[in-house]
């Protein structure tokens, strides 16, 4: 774990200089869900928050994200060829292989950027941020593109109401960049408890026969909400409370919170626990869903292009794995 307390004058400081998101201009209400499945616009409210969501259509995630990567490039005022590392968290790809982070590299020409994907679901964005933060530290490159993208859509099933009511399409970025004054990037704690069954998407079972009519199939995603909802009110708030003690940090001493986008009712559970006011939290799940990793990097452009330049930012991630973690930024001097 990094820890604001213990870092030292010589460590190389980080700074952010692009945030962005881009949604698909397809909005799916619930209304029009209803008509696939048995559900309604009063159950999805009153249970998730979500009033709506945007799907891509004739779109992959690597569209998504070349969006977000050509934003962030005229944002930053860069050129791509500057761009030393490309990270697409997702688990929703193009393909298994290639990685979606090597189109966006050949769709921007950033022909001096490696580029590959980092898969931690919901909590990808938190983990590929953290990665991209220790190249720059290292002193060896200047600038990484983090960039979470999904599209969820394509691995609904939509005839199960309990997963598929949740999910959006979407994609979200930042360029960080080596600094010569203070560094926004002030702590992080992130963590990992297997276990494969609450949550899971595209799997590929295992070869049982050498057969000509052997072809790999992937599966829907599904999650267990009970199961969820006990990981994060349990296991969540109390990562949260111990990475603010470890910081000196008291939850009132937050500008702004962005939690995973997962639901309404969750954020609002989050809130409680941390006797925070919800005016505190970035909130994007009632208008584009659940859009996994992308909801946190989401948020926080939205934030900042309204003007916040907040001083102390949590952002915590939740997902399949089960994978979670927090970051804690100084964005007080974005785009200065």
């Known amino acids: 774990m ?19 998101g881009y949604l698909p201009e397809k909005v799916v209400t619930n209304d029009e869900l209803s008509q696939l499945m048995d ?6 409210v009153s249970h998730t928050g ?18 977000v990567a050509q934003k962030l490039l005229q944002q930053a005022k860069l050129d791509a060829t500057q761009i030393d590392l490309i990270i697409v968290s997702t ?50 490159y200047q600038r990484a593109m983090v960039i979470s993208a999904e599209t969820n859509s394509k691995m609904l099933d939509f005839t199960d109401r309990t997963s598929a009511v949740f999910f959006g399409d979407g994609a979200a970025g930042m360029i960080l960049e080596k600094s010569a004054g203070n560094t926004a990037y002030l702590a992080e704690k992130i963590a990992t408890q297997g276990n494969t069954e609450v949550i899971h998407s595209g799997r590929v079972a295992p070869l049982q026969k050498v057969a000509a009519d052997n072809y790999p199939q992937l599966d829907a995603f599904y999650q267990d909400g009970r199961a969820v909802y006990n990981f994060v009110t349990n296991d969540v708030t109390a990562h949260i409370a111990e990475f603010l003690a470890d910081n000196g940090i008291k939850p009132t001493d937050l500008d702004l919170v962005i939690t995973h986008q997962a639901n309404l009712r969750l954020i609002e559970n989050i809130a409680q626990y941390l006797a925070l006011d919800l005016d505190k939290f970035a909130i994007n799940v009632t208008e584009a869903g659940n859009t996994s990793s992308v909801g946190i990097p989401l948020a926080l452009a939205q934030a900042l292009e309204q003007g916040k330049r ?14 979670y973690g927090s970051i804690l930024l100084d964005l007080s001097e974005f785009g200065k």
């Not at 679901?121 to 941020?129: D, S, V």
């Open 310 to 323: 907040p001083k102390k930012v949590l952002l915590t991630g939740f997902g399949a794995g089960l994978a």
């Open 39 to 44: 559900t309604s616009d009063e159950w999805i």
């Open 91 to 140: 688990i929703t790809p193009d393909a298994l292989t290639p990685a979606t982070a090597a189109i966006v590299q050949k769709n921007i020409q950033a022909s001096n950027a490696f580029a590959y994907d980092l898969s931690a679901a919901c909590a990808g964005f938190i983990f590929a941020l953290a990665t991209a933060e220790k190249f720059i530290r290292s002193g060896m």
């Open 2 to 20: 990094i820890n604001i307390l213990e870092r030292g004058p010589t460590m190389t400081a980080v700074k952010i200089t692009a945030s962005a």
């Open 50 to 67: 979500i009033k709506k969501r945007h799907y891509a259509i004739a779109e992959n995630t690597s569209n998504l994200a070349t969006k």
